[in-house]
């Protein structure tokens, strides 16, 4: 595996590699990594020939400054990781790389609709700190293929939104969230859970679960309270527990029995905050 730190250097490697018609696949991290970021290296590997993967902790998505100085920075155990793993490169810029003319004041991108729900309502300015990262790492890495966790399943939607407005030729793949043997979906923020944070957790894709098995047809209200009942229950301070059509995250009150939906749920355990989601009928492949 190689090292890059600039964009110029990587740059340059990764155009030896087009020259020679090698396919080069994406999987953007912030490090912490687990079993989820090594899967979608593995599913890059087997689709393509140059496997780039980023570590970048990007100061412009969060909203809470203590959320991004206490998140979590394994550097040495992450380069073992992919070391031992299908990677062939990995980039790490710093934040001067990246935003050479500071982290103020920069570009807007019309995210839509997508920006005002769920995740953009509970974090303004989060998605414009994904799409000004994206874009920057895009334009760096010029990847065929983009590898991303479906356990960020409203980040995946806004991404191919960046990819749309900017006319990038990179195609976006969404693979299935990686999930302990206990269900709770795997995250870098779940090393900050203690003991009984952790067992907490598996309230989550419990819930989930329960959503799943006793959706119908109709109001969708007192199904959606149950869930957040039982989120309560494990300590949990839930911000949304919301039903959503699975394509275009409207979010839906009264299901018809047929439109696709997708269950999210952001909640906190203590000063941790965790999301997860689950398609309501068969899980997306890629
Ligand atoms: P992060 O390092 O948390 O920013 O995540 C980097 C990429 O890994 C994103 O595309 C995430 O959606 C993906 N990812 C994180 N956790 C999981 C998981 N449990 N299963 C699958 N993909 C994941």
């Known amino acids: 595996m190689i090292i890059f730190k600039t964009r110029q250097s990587l740059h340059q490697y990764l155009e030896f590699c087009r020259s020679n018609q090698r396919t080069i696949g994406f999987v953007p991290t912030m490090g912490a990594l687990h079993q989820g970021h ?10 393509c020939q140059v496997v780039v993967c980023s570590i970048f902790i990007n100061p412009t998505q969060f909203n809470d400054p203590a959320d991004f100085q206490k998140y979590p920075k394994t ?19 710093e934040v001067e790389e990246l935003y ?14 997508l920006e005002t729900v769920l995740e953009g309502s509970f974090r303004p300015g989060h998605f414009q700190g994904v799409a000004q990262v994206m874009r920057r790492l895009l334009q760096a ?6 590898f991303m966790g479906q356990k960020d399943y409203q980040q995946c939607m806004v991404v191919n ?8 030729h990179t195609a ?14 795997m995250s870098s923020r779940n090393k900050r859970l203690n003991a009984q944070e952790r067992q907490n957790a598996t309230a989550i894709s419990r819930s989930l679960t329960y959503l799943r098995q006793h959706l119908k047809p109709g109001k969708l209200d007192s199904l959606k309270a149950e869930a957040q009942r039982q989120l309560l229950a494990h300590g949990f301070k839930v911000d949304y527990v919301e039903f959503a059509n699975s394509d275009t ?26 999301i997860d989601n689950m398609l309501m009928h068969a899980e997306k492949a890629i």
């Open 38 to 47: 090594l899967e979608l290296i593995k599913t890059a590997a087997a689709r």
């Open 100 to 113: 050479p003319s500071g982290t103020s004041e920069l570009e807007h991108y019309d995210l839509g609709y």
């Open 141 to 146: 890495v010029n990847a065929d293929f983009l």
């Open 249 to 274: 995250l409207e979010l839906i009150n009264e299901w018809n029995g047929t439109m696709p939906l997708v269950a999210l749920i952001a909640a906190f355990q203590n000063e941790v905050r965790l």
């Open 161 to 168: 939104r960046l990819l749309q407005l900017t006319n990038s």
């Open 172 to 185: 976006l793949l969404t693979c299935p969230t990686v999930r302990e043997a206990d269900g709770l979906a």
């Open 75 to 93: 550097i040495e155990a992450d380069i073992r990781l992919l070391e031992a793993s299908n990677t062939t490169v990995l980039f790490l810029p």
